[in-house]
């Protein structure tokens, strides 16, 4: 009976473990549906605000976007310099621009692409917030922009003067002008504690559902950025990205914001990036098992982001269509 007993034990307790793995690891997966429209987004590079552009060629990006379903655009509109400023030459050409694009379609969300490396910009100074948020509203109101989109990196988690430069943003814009951020992906805080120990490396730019919802309701979108993971294998960077898309979705539920996974299509090898392993197929393929997840939280999924648009190559045209094809929208 003793026998009986344990050997019984060992079977309930093994079945908990497995349901364990099979629910946080390996996911339970259903062909679930998203229940509106695809906002798949790409990042495109500066030329199109500063230098002049034909029509015709103006024409091949909207067509090229449009082709392949892609209805938000970031365009690089200038660096933010380490006063706040965006100086109007990098934009010179970004209006006229804009309103030849509009003759091609209105269907495309233009955002201006504000980026600065965090540590040399000091958003705890008011007046570097109140400059930035002066060239967001002239890009909007001025030049023609229909919303914001700030790339600074890398932010930590807890940074409470970039949740200010978002709310003084949020404020000065039009209620209408979207407001995206690129972000590092999300990581349990507690596990990031504990691997800044292991490797003896501090990780704070990963940030927890505290601080993503913080930003959630302020934002309108926030672009995982997935990729520059250091990851070498294709299948464990699809498994990351499955995450990103499970934890990311759960941690803006209920907010404003919804949720773009970002997936590489630049090919340069360097220390933490590996084209074999991070890539428009391995990232797509992540992100439909995500979206598969039965712990993904699909109301605060919005789309795919694309980086960047100037490394795109017809394979990788091919291989999106394909597998972006296969994400089961409701009718």
């Given at each position: 009976m003793i026998k009986k007993g344990f050997f019984l034990s060992i079977i309930v307790f093994a079945t908990f473990l497995m349901a364990l793995y099979m629910y946080f690891v390996n996911g339970i997966h259903f062909d679930r549906k998203i229940s509106y429209p695809q906002n798949n987004a790409i990042w495109v590079e500066h030329s199109f605000s500063e230098e002049e552009k034909s029509d015709s060629e103006i024409q091949v990006l909207v067509t090229t976007l449009l082709k392949h379903n892609l209805r938000t655009v970031f365009l690089h509109a200038?660096?933010?310099?380490?006063?706040?400023?965006v100086p109007p030459e990098r934009y010179r050409r970004a209006k006229v621009f804009l309103e030849k694009a509009r003759k091609f379609s209105k269907d495309i969300v233009w955002q201006a692409w504000l980026g600065q490396i965090r540590s040399k910009l000091p958003l705890e100074n008011p007046e570097v917030r109140k400059n930035i948020v002066q060239s967001a509203t002239i890009l909007t109101s001025e030049i023609g922009?229909?919303?914001?989109?700030?790339?600074?990196?890398?932010?930590?988690?807890g940074d409470k003067n970039f949740l200010a430069l978002l709310r003084e943003t949020r404020e000065a814009l039009s209620e209408k002008a979207p407001l995206s951020v690129a972000s590092d992906e999300w990581q349990s805080r507690p596990l990031t504690l504990l691997l800044s120990k292991i490797v003896k490396k501090d990780s704070?730019?990963?940030?927890?559902?505290?601080?993503?919802?913080?930003?959630a309701s302020m934002?309108?979108?926030?672009?995982?950025?997935?990729?520059?993971?250091s990851i070498t294998s294709p299948w464990l960077f699809s498994f990351w990205v499955e995450q990103q898309v499970v934890y990311a979705t759960q941690a803006v539920k209920n907010k404003k914001a919804r949720i773009l996974i970002g997936i590489p299509a630049y090919k340069e090898k360097t220390a933490s990036f590996d084209p074999e392993a991070e890539n428009i197929e391995t990232g797509l393929l992540g992100l439909i098992l995500g979206i598969r997840n039965i712990r993904?939280?699909?109301e605060s999924f919005s789309g795919i982001a694309i980086y960047p648009y100037w490394t795109m190559e017809e394979s990788d045209w091919k291989t999106y269509d394909t597998l972006s094809g296969q994400i089961p929208l409701s009718p």
């Open positions: 200038g660096p933010i310099e380490l006063s706040g400023v922009f229909d919303g914001i989109h700030y790339d600074i990196e890398p932010i930590f988690d704070k730019s990963y940030w927890g559902t505290r601080y993503m919802a913080e930003v934002v309108d979108q926030i672009i995982i950025m997935t990729y520059d993971s993904s939280n699909l």
